[in-house]
T-cell receptor, first 113, second 115 residues
Framework: DQQVKQNSPSLSVQEGRISILNCDYT??????FLWYKKYPAEGPTFLIS?????DKNEDGRFTVFLNKSAKHLSLHIVPSQPGDSAVYFC????????????FGQGTELSVKP | NAGVMQNPRHLVRRRGQEARLRCSPM?????VYWYRQLPEEGLKFMVY????????ESGMPKERFSAEFPKEGPSILRIQQVVRGDSAAYFC?????????????FGEGSRLTVL
């Protein structure tokens, strides 16, 4: 029962262009959605989040969009930089169980110079 | 280093042995979470502990796995009689208080290989 899905295992983008990473979920009870970034041999690092009552959250080059009717969220990175190359995990949580994150499988982003 | 510290970083065990993974949360954090990442998969929640208490162990396998977070010392994830399927990366995360937003601070993980 995969409640959070990232259907693209990998994405390759040219430096300076936009990277769009997608995530779908099935449980309408989720309160928060998050993106974590992970480099090889390191732990995940929190990147950006969005509450289920919002449809957009922006932080510098990173913007997360939430479409509740489609149960879909996306992470936009503009402009993409080689240092953004990593695995990006989408995650979801319910407010009363905030630390019990449900992760997607991850999308490996490669930004080419 | 003020981050979440996990050790060992790498652990090799033969089938039937015991594995003990340790996690020291960030300074000032009293809430600890353990996650497991199997090859080619996302992280899966295992257990949530506060000092001396198990708050939620709904993700823990029913047998062979246990976790504790004593009053003094690190949190420990213990796997008894390991099998090859236990080979994975085990991540610990911490937070200063119960988190409602899901923002956690993760350690670098402990990679268990079962021969």
């Amino acid at each position: 029962d995969q409640q959070v899905k990232q259907n693209s295992p990998s994405l390759s983008v040219q430096e300076g262009r936009i990277s769009i990473l997608n995530c779908d979920y099935t449980n309408s009870m989720f309160d928060y959605f998050l993106w974590y970034k992970k480099y090889p041999a390191e732990g995940p690092t929190f990147l950006i989040s969005i509450s289920s009552i919002k449809d957009k959250n922006e932080d510098g080059r990173f913007t997360v969009f939430l479409n509740k009717s489609a149960k879909h969220l996306s992470l936009h990175i503009v402009p993409s930089q080689p240092g953004d190359s990593a695995v990006y995990f989408c995650a979801a949580s319910r407010g009363n169980q905030g630390g019990k994150l449900i992760f997607g499988q991850g999308t490996e982003l490669s930004v080419k110079p | 280093n003020a981050g979440v510290m996990q050790n060992p970083r790498h652990l090799v065990r033969r089938r039937g042995q015991e594995a003990r993974l340790r996690c020291s949360p960030m300074k000032g954090h009293s809430h600890v979470y353990w996650y497991r990442q199997l090859p080619e998969e996302g992280l899966k929640f295992m257990v949530y502990l506060q000092k001396e208490n198990i708050i939620d162990e709904s993700g823990m396998p029913k047998e062979r796995f246990s976790a504790e977070f004593p009053k003094e010392g690190p949190s420990i994830l213990r796997i008894q009689q390991v099998v090859r399927g236990d080979s994975a990366a085990y991540f610990c995360a911490s937070s200063p208080r119960p988190t409602y937003t899901g923002e956690l601070f993760f350690g670098e993980g402990s990679r268990l290989t079962v021969l």
